[in-house]
């Protein structure tokens, strides 16, 4: 294992990130804090740029293009920010502070309140559709948008952001605005609210957690179909983040209980099964475990962490609170004929 010296003590925190999120891919992350905004290459780790910005909230930047969306003290007005320009090309007013924002090369999705808004990309952005009331999570990738059922929080709504010609009539853009929303699939996910959910990079497939955070399951979108049900642990946990492998075929999940647990999708028999499993015909005794697992090492002012892919073998874990970043590889060991999880090397990302 790698480990290089901070270049600032763990404890420092006069300048706090407020937000982070890797990008489409997962090949670059952003991260916002009280004074500026900070762009990393995540394989390998590399600073590529930094733009002075006061009192960021929330951050998204558009693949490796030039474009970021962000939010600021005035939390109602999402910025699109074009890093060439070095200005703001078009603002986003909504009418409640914005939980969440998601980019795509036509559409930027943002979630406030209890509803989601769809805009098209241009200057002004247009906001192409009606509000979608949803439960408070939601995901888009691919122009496919998922998100949990307002009534039933168990829940989970997935429908497609069809691509429409311009308008030249009043009333071709009302039909432009019912068309841009696909037919949808409704999932009955689980039994307690959902708590988070994941598409994979084909956005083929869907992994869903509830807040009780001990099942997680993947389903197909097109049809709704589940494909597996892994057991993440016995206890109730509250799920931090979850990730799929650039090739679909793994899932890692975190929770607070600093386990970083892989699922194998595909080859299914790699995955722990309860010795039992043949002898008490139980649902507990007949769950899939994880393929392999990790005890994090946190201290007591960890306040989350994300995770993304950088192969189909390794895995990078960011903690805000610190400013570091884990490397982690995913291994069979020959002689104990089993998958491991180890660490690889951890860097500290200068702020």
């Given at each position: 294992m790698i480990t290089r010296n901070p270049i600032v003590p763990e404890n420092h925190v006069s300048n706090p990130v407020t937000d982070y999120e890797f990008n489409q891919d997962q090949s670059c992350l952003i991260l916002s804090t009280l004074k500026s905004f900070e762009i990393y290459n995540v394989h390998p780790v590399a600073h590529i740029m930094s733009q002075e910005m006061r009192h960021l909230s929330k951050v998204r930047m558009l693949h490796r293009t030039n474009y970021v969306a962000f939010v600021t003290g005035v939390k109602e007005v999402v910025h699109i920010w074009d890093d060439?320009?070095?200005?703001?090309?078009?603002?986003?007013?909504?009418?409640?502070?914005?939980?969440?924002?998601?980019?795509?090369?036509?559409?930027?999705?943002?979630?406030?309140?209890?509803?989601?808004?769809?805009?098209?990309?241009?200057?002004?952005?247009?906001?192409?559709?009606?509000?979608?009331?949803?439960?408070?999570?939601?995901?888009?990738?691919?122009?496919?948008?998922?998100?949990?059922?307002?009534?039933?929080?168990?829940?989970?709504?997935?429908?497609?952001?069809?691509?429409?010609?311009?308008?030249?009539?009043?009333?071709?853009?009302?039909?432009?605005?019912?068309?841009?929303?696909?037919?949808?699939v409704l999932i009955k996910a689980h039994t307690n609210p959902i708590k988070m959910v994941r598409l994979n990079r084909k956005s083929d497939m869907v992994a869903t957690c509830s807040q009780d955070g001990t099942i997680i399951r993947v389903f197909k979108t097109e049809d709704g179909v589940l494909v597996r049900e892994f057991r993440r642990g016995l206890d109730r946990a509250d799920v931090v983040d979850m990730k799929w492998s650039t090739d679909g075929s793994k899932l890692a999940v975190v929770s607070d209980k600093w386990t970083l647990h892989v699922f194998e999708i595909f080859n299914d028999q790699d995955n722990k099964r309860h010795a039992l499993k043949g002898w008490i015909n139980m649902k507990y005794f007949q769950s899939e475990w994880s393929l392999c697992n990790f005890k994090l090492s946190v201290d007591k002012h960890v306040r989350g962490c994300k995770i993304a892919w950088i192969s189909e073998s390794s895995l990078v874990v960011v903690w805000p609170h610190t400013r570091m970043i884990e490397t982690f590889k995913v291994v069979f060991d020959d002689e104990m004929e089993r998958w491991l999880i180890q660490m690889d090397q951890r860097e500290q990302l200068m702020i």
């Open positions: 060439v320009k070095k200005q703001d090309v078009s603002r986003i007013k909504v009418d409640a502070p914005v939980k969440d924002l998601f980019l795509s090369r036509e559409f930027i999705v943002v979630s406030y309140g209890d509803v989601i808004s769809v805009f098209k990309f241009g200057n002004p952005w247009k906001r192409i559709t009606d509000d979608i009331r949803f439960g408070g999570v939601c995901e888009f990738s691919n122009g496919l948008l998922v998100y949990s059922n307002e009534f039933n929080l168990g829940q989970i709504h997935i429908t497609k952001l069809q691509s429409s010609g311009g308008a030249t009539t009043q009333d071709q853009g009302v039909q432009q605005q019912k068309a841009i929303l696909g037919k949808g």
